[in-house]
Structures are given as structure tokens and as C-alpha cells.
């Protein structure tokens, strides 16, 4: 199976910055998509960012110009850099991988973190 482990989280103040991390670990070959989705309290889980294999990105229109995703495929590792922080960004912080191949040929789908906390303060 597929272990994630994030770090980064914690409190920020509003236009502040802060960067999640995401380590995949197991008998990794590859993985194609990595993200971040987060909930708020009392709302559903919404895509945060997403990027490909190839590098390919796609954004919540809330957070395009402000978070940033990147990847280290070496490390197994997907990072989310958060500028300019709002108070609106307060919730938990998932990080998804999906379509993973492990040795020696077995597919695992749609995988998650335990999720990290990020408050932003006003």
C-alpha cells in the first residue's frame, strides 16, 4: 500500500505564507496525479491543486495566483506553497495521490493523508 505522510501545517496570519509536504512511501514505480483537496467545517472536501505526471496543473479558482504545487518525483513528494493567506483558507488540508504503480505491477487508486490543520488568522 501507499503511505503519506504531510507536514507543514499550523497557523498563519492573513497574507502570510506557508508550505505543506506530502512524502509518499512503499514500493513506489510511479504515481500520476498528486493533490491537495481541504474541508473547512461544515463544508465538503474541495480540490485545492493537482498536478500531474507530466506536470500538468489545474487550480480552485480561489487559490490561483496565491498556492503553488510542484512535486519531486525522486522524493515521492508533492508540496504546496501558500502566499497570501486568508482567513478563508482555514481548514484541513488533504494530500491525494492517485493511480500509483508498486512494485512489482500493482495498481492502487485514489489514496489519502491524515490530513494537516491550516488556520489563518485575520
Known amino acids: 500500500q501507499v503511505q503519506l505522510v504531510e507536514s507543514g501545517g499550523g497557523l498563519a496570519q492573513a497574507g502570510g505564507s506557508l508550505r505543506l509536504s506530502c512524502a509518499a512511501s512503499g514500493s513506489i514505480v510511479s504515481i500520476n496525479a498528486m493533490?491537495?483537496?481541504?474541508?473547512?467545517?461544515?463544508?465538503?472536501?474541495?480540490?485545492?491543486?493537482?498536478?500531474?505526471?507530466?506536470?500538468?496543473?489545474?487550480?480552485a479558482d480561489s487559490v490561483k495566483g496565491r498556492f503553488t504545487i510542484s512535486r519531486d518525483n525522486a522524493k515521492n513528494t508533492?508540496?504546496?506553497?501558500?502566499?497570501?493567506?486568508?482567513?478563508?483558507?482555514?481548514?484541513?488540508?488533504y494530500c491525494n495521490v492517485d493511480r500509483v504503480l508498486l512494485a512489482p505491477m500493482t495498481p492502487v487508486f485514489d489514496s489519502w493523508g491524515q490530513g494537516i490543520q491550516v488556520t489563518v488568522s485575520s
Open 35 to 59: 493533490g491537495w483537496y481541504r474541508q473547512a467545517p461544515g463544508k465538503q472536501r474541495e480540490l485545492v491543486a493537482l498536478i500531474t505526471s507530466g506536470g500538468r496543473t489545474n487550480y
Open 78 to 93: 508533492v508540496y504546496l506553497q501558500m502566499n497570501s493567506l486568508k482567513p478563508e483558507d482555514t481548514a484541513v488540508y
